[in-house]
């Protein structure tokens, strides 16, 4: 409902009734499209399918529409540095002009666009509580001479306040299966994100010695 209350304010002059309204429609459709999510990756982790979700992994909500102007010299610099997401889970409307990347098997392949289609990424929080069973996407953007280029990611976190503290779920936690990270907030992970280069995975900071 902030995401809401948030559209509203936008200018109606600027942008049309018509882009405020389909606005409002996704901030309030991709959070159900994210319960399903949650539902479907409890299952596969052997949870009942409400587990994820009774854990608030999907109660914050931010949406970041991001542009990017077109490069003359694309081979010089990225779009976005690789990274992997500080989130639970993003999930990401891109347009048709391409650059993003995932790794995989240790080489960075073409998210191509699919008009109609959204990507998901599980970020590095849903790697630690799932201790990893999941595992957060590598990923990057390249730049672009064609453009702009525009995308909006939604990042599905807990609650930042108050502090709800969050480890590996302990479902999945035995003698075979330790815990591998200590346990945090979802305001301390994040805020540990911005404090360090983009492309330096916050991970290693939580995981636990063998
Ligand atoms: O612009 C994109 O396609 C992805 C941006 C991204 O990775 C992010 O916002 O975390
Ligand atoms: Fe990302």
Same mark, same amino acid.
């Given at each position: 409902?902030?995401?809401?209350?948030?559209?509203?304010?936008?200018?109606?002059?600027?942008?049309?009734?018509?882009?405020?309204?389909?606005?409002?429609?996704?901030?309030?459709?991709?959070?159900?499209?994210?319960?399903?999510?949650?539902e479907l990756l409890s299952e596969a982790l052997g949870l009942k399918p409400d587990h994820?979700?009774?854990?608030?992994?999907?109660?914050?909500?931010?949406?970041?529409?991001?542009?990017?102007?077109?490069?003359?010299?694309?081979?010089?610099?990225?779009?976005?540095?690789?990274?992997?997401?500080?989130?639970?889970?993003?999930?990401?409307?891109?347009?048709?002009?391409?650059?993003?990347q995932v790794l995989h098997e240790n080489q960075y392949t073409n998210v191509a666009p699919?008009?109609?289609?959204?990507?998901?990424?599980?970020?590095?929080?849903?790697?630690?509580?799932?201790?990893? &069973?999941? $595992? #957060?996407?590598? @990923?990057?953007?390249?730049?672009?001479?064609?453009?702009?280029?525009?995308?909006?990611?939604? =990042? !599905?976190?807990?609650?930042?306040?108050?502090?709800?503290?969050?480890?590996?779920?302990? &479902?999945? $936690? #035995?003698?075979? @299966?330790?815990?591998?990270?200590?346990?945090?907030?979802?305001?301390?992970?994040?805020?540990? =994100? !911005?404090?360090?280069?983009?492309?330096?995975?916050?991970?290693?900071?939580?995981?636990?010695?063998?």
């Amino acid at each position: 409902m902030k995401n809401v209350s948030l559209a509203m304010k936008l200018d109606s002059q600027t942008l049309g009734q018509g882009v405020i309204d389909s606005t409002i429609e996704y901030l309030n459709q991709v959070p159900k499209l994210a319960e399903t999510l949650y539902e479907l990756l409890s299952e596969a982790l052997g949870l009942k399918p409400d587990h994820l979700g009774a854990m608030e992994c999907g109660r914050s909500r931010t949406f970041i529409g991001q542009y990017y102007p077109p490069c003359p010299e694309p081979e010089l610099t990225l779009g976005t540095s690789k990274h992997t997401d500080p989130s639970f889970l993003t999930i990401l409307l891109q347009d048709q002009i391409g650059g993003l990347q995932v790794l995989h098997e240790n080489q960075y392949t073409n998210v191509a666009p699919l008009p109609g289609s959204l990507v998901v990424n599980i970020g590095d929080m849903l790697q630690i509580i799932s201790n990893d &069973e999941f $595992i #957060s996407a590598d @990923h990057r953007v390249l730049a672009n001479r064609a453009g702009p280029r525009i995308s909006v990611a939604g =990042f !599905f976190s807990g609650p930042a306040l108050p502090g709800k503290v969050y480890g590996p779920i302990k &479902e999945l $936690i #035995s003698e075979k @299966h330790p815990p591998r990270y200590k346990e945090f907030t979802v305001g301390e992970y994040i805020s540990k =994100f !911005f404090s360090r280069p983009i492309d330096k995975s916050g991970l290693d900071e939580f995981r636990l010695q063998e």
